[in-house]
């Protein structure tokens, strides 16, 4: 055993002498640090002593032990924070058994009988022992970041109340009782901090618990800490203007007094240090924190670039010359734009990410630099102007998650009409996952399905080659272990959710395909730079970036109403429509993103009298919705006799409706006396090209009906000028008055992401779903499902999907999706054609006929009673006439009938 002989010194006040078989006080209560270390240097000179020891939890102090045994001669000095020293007493030698980043909760006390306030702090298994990597959170909260938590450490005098009510409450969690502490505790540790042990794999490792924050020119702004077990490096870029003076203070962090009202026990910030400058200029500013085992921060400031630097050198006396300080106007349009180095291309590029306040980030093509958070667009604003010229402003990005959609509207607006880009809103889903995916370092190939965890949701996603769609999403208690086979995988496990035991399980699932670990997304400054960067300069982040879609449902609620249209992840832009049975009532249009986050988006006043109405959603942006209500009116005879478009709410004042009927009169189309222009007697004479385009148009029209075929639509629309009213369509008059004995057993539900949902009786052994693709080669067999998907990645031209999306009412072929292969075209007829590969030409009835056709086929493999007739339900918006459903019926051998949504 070696010998050891060395000073500690306790709260400023206690000196001790730590040897390898003995502690020996020295002085107790000393007046000063000073007086206590004096009296240990005559028994542990610097000479003989390895190391000195600091313990105390006050910050000031800290500092002021640690310098004074520095100017005693001690070189080598190390702070131990009471708080490892309490963990590692509580979990001494109790039986955690827990694998490697698996976490642990400690309780704070449990006498208090309101115990579900009681806060926890959570540690985490590593190789060579524990580390804190949450302290101090209320115990629901810390349950929900970490779900799958094994052991609860709690006091061994809590009431047994309150342990029954911990069993109840969390069944399957083992309480661990820690018994009570030993003061002695605290040189057991210090003797294994000596020796350089780990407690017999019971140490938890130091931990600063303090918080930064950069102080210029009147605000302030927090300087992010990751990794908080020393010895570890801080850095922040930071835009300072032209102050003066940048001071950085270390605090308390809020949250650790959050448990209590009072603020006495608060320590009040403290100074690290002061940077000055002494000429005048707009600098950005690179500033590093180092924290090694003293756990005592050093500050260094390096001038990374001076946006706009003086042309000479001012003096004090030329005070007078010096710019004047900018006020800046309440109104926007009155702020006096940066006008400096004008004539240089744009190269900033700003993301503002919104969670609590406004994250404002300039991004250059060699740094980061980071402006601050601000609680109103309005402040957003206001240092953009201060930060860059306008000019210089390459692009905006907004990642948004709780500001309402019109103030993000007016934020856009008001940006436009002081000359900026275009702002681009940007889903915070699709944000995280780049990010999740780029952390990952996963190479995306074109066709690939890739799943990715995180804490609380999986999605699966798809790439086309250039960018990715999401095709399946949930909550990760709810995901069928089928998607992991075959397919890589990227956990997201920031907040270790997932133990290496889930992560070894995961492994064997995916196998032959890789696992991707990743942490900490949103900490990566260096990645979010480069994903800002790559949506400004086109370099596409490494084929991680998303397609734009909606991020939100759409929900109708009212008096007997509630419906919701689902929208979310669906490319824009996009229109959709659906009908709703109301009578006498207000309803609410809903922006339904997750439960329980809903927005109102719009109220809508239903006349009296009236029993239907439609609903017309058109999404060209994440901000951009527009939504109108037709109130349709039936006659005694079931007839439309008149259709009345009310108000709509257009987000955006340059943005042109798909139906424009508030300032027109809308005139009622005899759709027979059409027909009979058509097919009678008269001569026909030659008809011009647009002729023959209107009448095309109609006579598609005229064939479609909505997905609910009992009821017929009639809704004036705005195609390339024309207007278009839809003809009274109805099924035939066999198929409407079929009479079933009950509902169909066998239902298909095809949904907008490429699946065909599979309800059957009770015999039914098979998938309870299928993959809607079709591969179509000249002379050679159709594939159906997922064989046809898996042929997606090599051969895309020979490859259909979004069948749904073809068969929609607003489907316009000239606007295709752009991630298809295939192409889409009118006939002469009016009809949609779809071109790909092979000169293969087809309709999306075919596609559909086909996909039905080899469902039915599976499920007569999978059950033992007959299928006599098939319930088909398609997403809102898409349509199958009633005599292309007639011919499919016919061909397939089966009675298909459509159902309500």
């Not at 009296?608 to 999404?619: A, L, P, Y």
């Amino acid at each position: 055993m070696s010998v050891y002989c060395e000073p500690v010194l306790v709260n400023g006040t206690d000196a001790y002498i730590v040897s390898s078989d003995d502690v020996t006080p020295i002085v107790c209560d000393s007046v000063t640090p000073e007086v206590g270390i004096a009296a240990i240097s005559c028994f542990a000179p610097p000479t003989v002593a390895k190391c000195a020891y600091v313990l105390t939890t006050d910050f000031q102090l800290r500092q002021r032990c640690v310098e004074a045994f520095r100017k005693a001669g001690y070189a080598d000095v190390e702070s131990i924070d009471f708080l490892s020293v309490s963990l590692s007493s509580d979990i001494f030698n109790l039986p955690l058994k827990c694998a490697t980043g698996e976490p642990v909760f400690v309780f704070v006390g449990l006498n208090d009988p309101f115990w579900k306030k009681c806060p926890v702090n959570v540690i985490q298994k590593c190789e060579n022992g524990w580390r804190i990597i949450k302290r101090l959170q209320f115990l629901p909260e810390a349950f929900f970041y970490h779900p799958t938590v094994r052991n609860f450490v709690i006091h061994g005098k809590t009431p047994e109340t309150t342990k029954l009510a911990l069993k109840n409450l969390y069944p399957g969690v083992k309480l661990h009782l820690s018994q009570k502490p030993d003061d002695l505790f605290k040189f057991d540790f210090i003797r294994n901090r000596i020796i350089k042990g780990d407690l017999n794999g019971y140490e938890v490792h130091p931990y600063f618990d303090y918080d930064f924050r950069i102080g210029k020119k009147g605000s302030k702004l927090s300087l992010p800490i990751y990794d908080r077990v020393p010895p570890f490096i801080a850095k922040q870029a930071v835009s300072i203007g032209d102050a003066s003076e940048v001071e950085i203070y270390a605090v308390t962090p809020a949250g650790r007094f959050s448990f209590n009202n009072s603020q006495s026990d608060k320590e009040p910030p403290t100074l690290v240090k002061t940077f000055k400058f002494d000429s005048y200029a707009l600098r950005t500013v690179m500033i590093t924190i180092t924290v090694d085992k003293t756990l005592i921060p050093q500050a260094t400031l390096e001038i990374d670039v001076a946006l706009v630097p003086l042309k000479k050198e001012t003096s004090a006396k030329d005070a007078s010359e010096l710019p004047k300080k900018r006020v800046y106007s309440e109104v926007f349009l009155n702020l006096a734009p940066f006008n400096a180095q004008q004539n240089k291309p744009p190269s900033v590029v700003f993301s503002i990410i919104n969670r609590h306040n406004y994250a404002l980030d300039a991004h250059y093509p060699n740094h980061t630099s980071s402006e601050g958070e601000f609680k109103t667009l309005r402040e957003v604003i206001a240092q953009m102007l201060k930060t860059a010229p306008i000019s210089s402003t390459a692009a905006i990005y907004c990642v948004n998650t709780i500001t309402a959609r019109s103030d993000l509207q007016k934020f856009s607006d008001t940006c436009k009409k002081l000359g900026y880009p275009t702002v681009k809103f940007i889903s915070n889903v699709s944000y995280t996952l780049s990010l999740i995916l780029g952390m990952s370092e996963i190479i995306v190939n074109s066709g690939q399905q890739i799943v990715i965890l995180d804490s609380l949701q999986y999605h699966i996603v798809v790439s086309d080659g250039t960018y990715l769609s999401v095709v399946k999403f949930g909550t990760v208690d709810k995901i069928d272990s089928k998607y992991f086979k075959g397919n890589p995988t990227v956990v997201e496990n920031g907040f270790n959710i997932y133990s290496e035991v889930n992560i070894d399980n995961l492994r064997q699932l995916c196998y032959p395909a890789p696992v991707y670990v990743v942490t900490g997304v949103k900490y990566t400054l260096k990645l979010q730079s480069k994903y800002f960067l790559s949506l400004a300069n086109g370099t596409g982040f490494d084929g991680k970036l998303f397609y734009d879609y909606s991020d939100v449902d759409f929900g109708i609620k009212g008096v007997g109403v509630a419906k919701t249209v689902d929208t979310r992840f669906k490319a824009t832009p996009f229109t959709v429509t659906t009908d709703v049975e109301a009578s006498n009532t207000k309803l609410s249009i809903l922006l339904v993103t997750s439960a329980p986050d809903v927005e109102m988006l719009k109220e809508f006043v239903v006349p009296r009298g009236v029993k239907d109405v439609r609903f017309t959603f058109h999404v060209e942006s994440i901000c951009d919705i527009t939504v109108s209500m037709d109130v349709i009116d039936k006659d005694r005879d079931g007839d439309f006799s008149k259709t009345n478009t009310l108000k709509r709410l257009n987000r955006s004042q340059n943005h042109l409706p798909l139906t424009s009927c508030e300032n027109a009169e809308v005139k009622q189309v005899d759709a027979s006396r059409s027909i009979e222009k058509k097919t009678g007697d008269v001569p026909k004479k030659r008809k011009n090209g647009t002729q023959r385009r209107k009448e095309a148009i109609l006579k598609a029209e005229k064939e479609k009906t909505v997905s609910d075929p009992t009821k017929s639509s009639h809704c004036p629309q705005s195609r390339n000028g024309i207007e278009v009213a839809t003809s009274n369509s109805t099924l035939p008059k066999e198929l409407s008055q079929l009479k079933l004995e009950s509902p169909p057993k066998t239902v298909l539900t095809f949904t907008s992401d490429n699946r065909v949902l599979i309800e059957a009786d009770e015999t039914y052994t098979g998938d309870k779903e299928v993959l809607a693709y079709v591969r179509l080669q000249g002379g050679k067999p159709p594939q159906v499902g997922k064989e046809a998907f898996d042929a997606l990645k090599k051969y895309p031209d020979s490859v259909y999907y979004d069948i749904t999306r073809l068969m929609a009412t607003d489907f316009d072929p000239n606007y295709p999706h752009p991630m298809w292969s295939f192409k889409t075209t009118r006939d002469a007829d009016g009809k949609v054609v779809i071109r790909g590969s092979d000169n293969v030409e087809t309709l999306p009835i075919v596609l559909f006929g086909l996909v039905v056709n080899s469902t039915l086929l599976y499920i007569k493999e999978h059950l033992k009673s007959d299928v006599t007739h098939v319930g088909i339900r398609l997403p809102t918006g898409s349509v199958v006439s009633a005599n292309d459903l007639k011919q499919v019926s016919e061909r397939i051998g089966v009675e298909l009938v459509m159902l309500k949504v």
